[in-house]
Structures are given as C-alpha cells and as structure tokens.
C-alpha cells in the first residue's frame, strides 16, 4: 500500500493539484495533515475517485475535520495529525507518547513546516514538510509504502514549476 503525505498547502492548490497527478495512478490513500482545507476540498471534488484521509490544521477555521485519525494496514497502525495540539514545534514528546498510547508504529504529523523522518521507541515518524510555504523554500510531501513485512516512511521534493 502506498500513502502520499501532505500537510501546510495553506491555499496553495497548484501544488497539491500536481502532487495528485503525479501519484494518482500508485497511491492507495492521500492523506492531508491540516492547514489546507480550502485547496483539499477542492482536490476531493476534482479526484473523486482518489481515497482521502485529512485532519484540520491551526489554521483550517470553519471546518468540521477531526484533530487526529487512526487506521491500520498490513504491518502498520497509523496515526495521524496535524501535530499543533502536540506543540511539535518544540520536539516529540507528547506525540509520541499519544501515538504509544494507542500502540500505533506510524506516526504522521505536520505543523512545522519542515520535513523529517526519523525513528523512536518502535515508531517511524514523518512530517511531509509544506507544500505551500515550506521554511527551505523546497516544496516536499511524504510517502509510505507498507508491505506485509516492511513500512519505508520517505520525503520527496515537488518540482513546482508550472507547467
């Protein structure tokens, strides 16, 4: 299964709109990570036929979204979020231990606006970056393959050029 990983397109639906193009034919799921209800909504109606996960993000005002989500598949419980409610900006503790709570070993999470991807107490980590205003000025996303053996949690860079 494959899951491609955005967060932060904060209205920035040009980038968000390759994104998809560029993975609809091998993504399973989207997944957005919060601050980017307007553009994703937009996606949604435009991929109809594309599997979304999302979460609101500090920024996405007026939305009904859910702060979190949890799912599995194959070898992988996945917990996502956005990641302010965790205050990321200032390290990992409260998310990981609310993502060891539920005995989840992936962990998705945005907010900050730079990606990482790193490994703790059995869990992979990844926050994807920002689409829209990224703090390297280098739009990223994050992907996730999990196999029935393996999970490979990786950041990839968006050429947003337009074209």
């Given at each position: 299964m494959r899951l491609i990983v955005t967060s932060d397109t904060h209205r920035d639906f040009h980038s968000l709109r390759r994104l998809v193009e560029m993975h609809r034919a091998s993504a399973d799921i989207f997944i957005h990570l919060g601050d980017g209800a307007q553009e994703l909504e937009q996606a949604?109606?435009?991929?109809?036929?594309?599997k979304w996960l999302s979460v609101r993000g500090n920024c996405d005002f007026g939305?009904?979204?859910?702060?979190?989500g949890c799912f599995?598949?194959?070898?992988?419980?996945?917990?996502?979020?956005?990641?302010h409610m965790y205050s990321v900006k200032?390290?990992?503790?409260?998310?990981?231990?609310?993502?060891?709570?539920?005995?989840a070993n992936v962990v998705l999470f945005g907010h900050t606006h730079v990606p990482f991807?790193?490994?703790?107490?059995?869990m992979h980590l990844l926050n994807p970056g920002s689409l829209g205003l990224p703090?390297?000025?280098k739009?990223?996303?994050?992907?996730?393959d999990v196999t029935?053996?393996?999970?490979?949690?990786?950041?990839?860079?968006?050429?947003?050029r337009r074209k």
């Open positions: 949604i109606a435009l991929y109809p036929d594309c939305t009904s979204a859910t702060l979190a599995s598949c194959g070898p992988a419980k996945i917990f996502y979020t956005h990641g200032y390290g990992l503790d409260d998310l990981v231990a609310a993502a060891a709570d539920i005995e991807v790193g490994y703790q107490r059995g703090r390297d000025g739009s990223t996303y994050g992907v996730v029935e053996t393996d999970i490979v949690c990786f950041i990839n860079e968006l050429d947003n």
